[in-house]
């Protein structure tokens, strides 16, 4: 039996021991995966569209902690895939996109075959780590390690690897090299002996310490939580939230400052920041105008993180668990101040009270979901003014798997990372808004026929609730997001959905509740006509001041 580059790439990714990928069939990809199909080791996921299987296969990635796959065609193809790749870069997920490409002596010629691309590679540069082309059988498996040994290291990203359609049915010999380890990845770099030193010596002179939890930690929890547990507090990004179990007692989980003056005021009363794995990001700390703890020292894998928002009085650089685990064990005898655990608690309670006293009728939706987020379900968010408010700052997460939500803010991605974190078996909340549901309504389908145990909430107000805020702030109230959709009720009678409708808040938890209990796809719409206006958050309303 002859044995191709296609059934080389097939045998790779079982030796990655890949269960699943997403994408979508087309001319250039066909022997792929027909190779995949024949070895029957892998589960492809058929989208209905590129952009969607693109957002499945990092909401796969994120869920299951594991390499996302992603299989287009090539020109138009790859270029539906990329505003999936954008947010799977932007997010630090490792993913590795396989993409056909014009047969050789076509490629970048100008001939109008057929998906021919000016500069195929060039546009998916823009939106991934990495490019590589394998432009014959020989090198096929090389090209392939390295991409994906280029996803796996820090930062973590998304990989293109394009290769034409006659490389594809290119016969080789199965390479020896598959009867040995495929893949090793380098950990980093350890710091040195006088840099963890002087890290320890930081920690011991301060009384009130804080960590600031990025997406860098989110393997390293239990690494994470024995400093926790000698007195540390912390507080997470957004892409951070559940490294410890936001319900920790020194936790402000995603309570980051971001239009909360009670935070900045504690941040002000705290004498070191360790931020680890986090870049700080201009979107939750308002274009880096949130006034962090000092001295503020940065622990990172990656060498471009320092100093790259916030400048940094120290910056170390390794894993954050190995660094975690080093520094608890030199903390040995070492305790906060008297009042520290009690002040964290303190400023939690009273900043969390203070942001639902802005929230409006929408003040209990987050204490109403948190016993569906306690039994460990995903919650997975589309950009909506209710993810951006109390999605994200007021429920209460344990595990970094559950937080899915669009890292880069593009509207209309939530329900497509949705289907790919269900696909890991593990059942799933999708929160979108009407604008964002009917961007990928498409991908309801797929859901529908990989029957996946999720339950979609639509946050109905009509409209794009973030823009027209901005809009009312910035444009003297002229609108232009006013937004017609279909009858939800009938939408899920013809797709065969079960469904729910709240028209008050009260009905809010149990609706979800029964929704959620339910076995498969299952669809609930909040109508928030019905319940009155989302008030704007900061900086387009006013910041959530101490409530007395």
């Not at 989110?218 to 547990?229: I, M, N």
């Not at 936001?246 to 900045?264: D, K, Q, R, V």
């Not at 008297?338 to 929408?362: C, N, Q």
Request: aromatic residues 6%; negative net charge; proline residues 6%.
């Amino acid at each position: 039996m002859t044995y191709t580059v296609a059934d080389l790439v097939a045998e790779f990714l079982g030796e990655l021991r890949v269960e699943m990928a997403f994408g979508v069939i087309s001319v250039h990809n066909i022997p792929l995966m027909d190779a995949i199909t024949r070895r029957n080791r892998i589960r492809i996921v058929p989208a209905r569209g590129e952009a969607g299987a693109a957002h499945m296969a990092d909401g796969y990635a994120r869920a299951g902690d594991r390499l996302g796959v992603l299989i287009t065609s090539t020109g138009p193809g790859a270029a539906n895939a990329c505003g999936g790749l954008f947010e799977a870069w932007t997010a630090s997920t490792p993913l590795l996109h396989i993409t056909g490409q014009s047969r050789s002596e076509h490629i970048e010629r100008g001939r109008g075959t057929t998906h021919e691309t000016k500069d195929q590679a060039g546009m998916l540069a823009g939106v991934c780590k990495g490019v590589f082309r394998i432009r014959s059988g020989a090198e096929a498996l090389g090209v392939l390690i390295q991409a994906v040994r280029t996803a796996y290291t820090v930062p973590h990203g998304p990989v293109s690897v394009e290769i034409p359609a006659d490389i594809q049915r290119t016969e080789i010999s199965r390479p020896q090299s598959f009867d040995l380890p495929v893949l090793d990845i380098a950990v980093g770099p350890t710091p040195s002996e006088p840099d963890m030193e002087m890290l320890a010596e930081m920690v011991r002179a301060a009384r009130r310490p804080m960590l600031w939890l990025g997406s860098g930690a989110r393997g390293a929890g239990p690494a994470v939580e024995a400093l926790v547990d000698l007195g540390l507090g912390c507080v997470s990004s957004w892409q951070g939230r559940g490294i410890v179990s936001e319900n920790h007692p020194l936790s402000l989980g995603a309570m980051n400052g971001g239009g909360i003056s009670l935070i900045e005021e504690f941040y002000a009363s705290c004498d070191l920041l360790l931020v680890m794995g986090s870049r700080l990001r201009g979107h939750e700390t308002i274009d880096f105008s949130v006034n962090l703890p000092r001295p503020l020292v940065q622990i990172d894998l990656d060498p471009l993180a320092d100093g790259r928002t916030y400048p940094n009085d120290v910056f170390v650089r390794g894993a954050v668990g190995s660094v975690a685990y080093d520094l608890a064990r030199r903390l040995d005898g070492w305790s906060p101040a008297p009042d520290f655990a009690e002040d964290v608690a303190r400023v939690k309670s009273r900043a969390r009270a203070a942001f639902r006293a802005t929230l409006g009728p929408y003040e209990s939706f987050a204490e109403q979901l948190q016993p569906i987020l306690d039994d460990g379900v995903i919650f997975a968010r589309d950009v909506t003014i209710n993810h951006s408010t109390w999605g994200h700052r007021l429920t209460q997460l344990h595990h970094p798997t559950q937080n899915i939500y669009p890292v880069a803010a593009g509207i209309g991605q939530g329900l497509s990372l949705a289907i790919g974190a269900a696909m890991t078996g593990q059942k799933t909340l999708c929160m979108t808004g009407d604008g964002g549901f009917m961007l990928n309504l498409g991908e309801l389908w797929t859901a529908i026929q990989e029957r996946v145990d999720l339950t979609i909430l639509v946050m109905n107000d009509a409209g794009y609730g973030v823009i027209r805020h901005i809009q009312d702030a910035t444009g003297a109230g002229r609108s232009q997001e006013t937004l017609a959709i279909p009858d939800l009720a009938d939408l899920a009678q013809t797709a065969g959905l079960p469904f729910w409708r709240v028209r008050a808040p009260e009905e809010f938890g149990p609706r979800i509740t029964e929704a959620v209990a339910h076995a498969g796809p299952s669809l609930v719409e909040v109508d928030m006509t019905a319940i009155g206006p989302h008030p704007p958050y900061f900086p387009y309303g006013p910041k959530a001041e101490a409530v007395d």
